[in-house]
């Protein structure tokens, strides 16, 4: 069973910027995609960002041009930089890692692992 871990949540004041990571194994970062999702209360489960090792990356549109996506190939480790943000981008946010890419990178169903989660608060 490949494990995803997600880290760097917290609370940041509206405006703020924070940076998430996913490390996942060599397996997983070499040969998924990896992606950000994120679910806030009451909110269904919504898709972020999208990297894979040379290919394309996806962002949701609520996210353009505020969050940027990227990996580090020493540490098989995906980041979310995200910036500017907004009491909306408060949520649980997960990684997820899809083997085979077979509809839209957003659909929660082509993902085969995920992590547990890490809890972005953004205050005003």
């Known amino acids: 069973q490949e494990q995803l871990v997600e880290s760097g949540g917290g609370s940041v004041q509206v405006g703020g910027s924070l940076k998430l990571s996913c490390a996942a194994s060599?397996?997983?970062?070499?040969?998924?995609?990896l992606t950000w999702f994120r679910q806030a209360p009451g909110k269904p489960r919504e898709g972020v960002a999208s990297i894979r090792v040379s290919s394309p990356s996806f962002y949701g549109d609520s996210v353009k041009g505020r969050f940027f996506v990227s990996l580090d190939n020493a540490k098989n480790t995906m980041y979310l930089q995200m910036n500017s943000l907004k009491p909306e981008d408060a949520a649980m946010y997960y990684c997820a890692a899809a083997e085979y890419f077979i509809s839209s990178w957003d659909d929660e169903n082509i993902y085969n692992y995920w992590g547990q989660g890490t809890q972005v608060t953004v205050s005003s």
């Open positions: 060599e397996n997983v970062y070499s040969n998924y995609r």
